[in-house]
């Protein structure tokens, strides 16, 4: 049974810049596709980043128009954790922050189409 645990959540002020880390275990092959979703009050599950497998050692990535150019993902395979870099924060980016998983060729930027879940981690970002 795969296992995700965020972590890295905190209050930041607008500008700055926070490092969420996903630590995963569980996982018993290497095709799982990693995402971060997030959930504003109020408002439904959003994709925000992704990172895929690609052939034995490449990998493709996906980004939110909300976020690209600002947010980075990033896997380190020997330590098991998937990482979301975030740059230039804005208040709209205040969101509990979920990390995601699936297997396989299936899509990573619908939340229905995850298999695992952490539980999150609360990201608020002060004006």
């Known amino acids: 049974q795969v296992q995700l645990v965020e972590s890295g959540g905190g209050l930041v002020q607008a500008g700055g810049s926070l490092r969420l880390s996903c630590a995963v275990s569980?996982?018993?092959?290497?095709?799982?596709?990693m995402a971060w979703f997030r959930q504003a009050p109020g408002k439904d599950r959003e994709f925000v980043a992704a990172i895929t497998p690609v052939g034995w050692s490449g990998t493709s990535i996906y980004y939110a128009d909300s976020v690209k150019g600002r947010f980075a993902i990033s896997e380190d395979g020997a330590k098991n954790t998937v990482y979301l870099q975030m740059n230039r924060m804005k208040p709209e980016d205040t969101a509990v922050y979920y990390c995601?998983?699936?297997?396989?060729?299936?899509?990573?930027?619908?939340?229905?189409?995850?298999?695992?879940w952490g539980k999150g981690t609360l990201v608020t970002v002060s004006s």
């Open positions: 569980g996982r018993t092959e290497s095709n799982y596709n």
């Open positions: 995601a998983a699936n297997r396989g060729r299936r899509t990573v930027v619908d939340a229905d189409a995850m298999d695992y």
